[in-house]
């Protein structure tokens, strides 16, 4: 097996993932927050897909699909453009409201796209590339897609669940 092709299975699972999750919601369900104040499904899977957007967009060098590909505009959450939903306040979270379970997919799948656009082009030696000096050590390319992964996969861990406690009457 390609490196390319590892990575676009393992992105691809992200994408099976968020599919399984938002089948059969109802609107009203994405906003249901377990206990009143954990995320709710539409805010992890918003924020899974803004982390992805955010960051491949970055490696790649292109413009990120929620507001260049104009999904900020379609969605229309009162937050700032760039917001990705990192270190959201229990306010912050109350205001990612997705008018359909449909939309929320179709801007993943939109971001997933791009993201297998991107992988298809790689080449082992572009793992060790250095795409962030904030951190010490700094943070290659490599390090940086499986940092997103592990992110998209643990969010749609969490937001299974809820989905789950959703369907006991629990949440």
């Not at 899977?45 to 967009?57: F, G, K, N, P």
């Not at 379609?74 to 449909?102: C, N, Y």
């Not at 997933?112 to 572009?126: F, K, N, S």
Request: charged share 25%; aromatic share 6%.
């Amino acid at each position: 097996m390609k490196l390319n092709d590892l990575l676009i299975d393992a992105y691809g699972r992200a994408q099976e993932r968020v599919h399984d999750i938002l089948e059969g919601l109802e609107p009203e369900q994405l906003a249901v927050r377990p206990g009143g104040g954990g995320n709710s499904i539409g805010w992890l899977v918003w924020h899974l897909s803004r982390v992805q957007d955010d960051h491949i967009a970055d490696v790649a060098g292109t413009g990120q699909k929620w507001t260049a590909g104009g999904w900020a505009a379609k969605i229309g959450l009162p937050l700032e453009a760039g917001d990705t939903g990192f270190g959201h306040s229990s306010g912050q979270v109350d205001k990612v409201r997705v008018a359909s379970p449909a939309l929320l997919r179709e801007y993943f799948d939109d971001v997933h796209a791009a993201t297998i656009e991107y992988l298809r082009g790689l080449t082992e030696e572009d793992l060790d590339r250095v795409v962030d000096t904030r951190w010490n050590p700094h943070v290659t390319l490599g390090v940086r897609l499986v940092s997103v992964l592990d992110d998209c996969l643990e969010h749609c861990g969490q937001a299974a669940y809820v989905k789950g406690m959703l369907g006991r009457g629990e949440a």
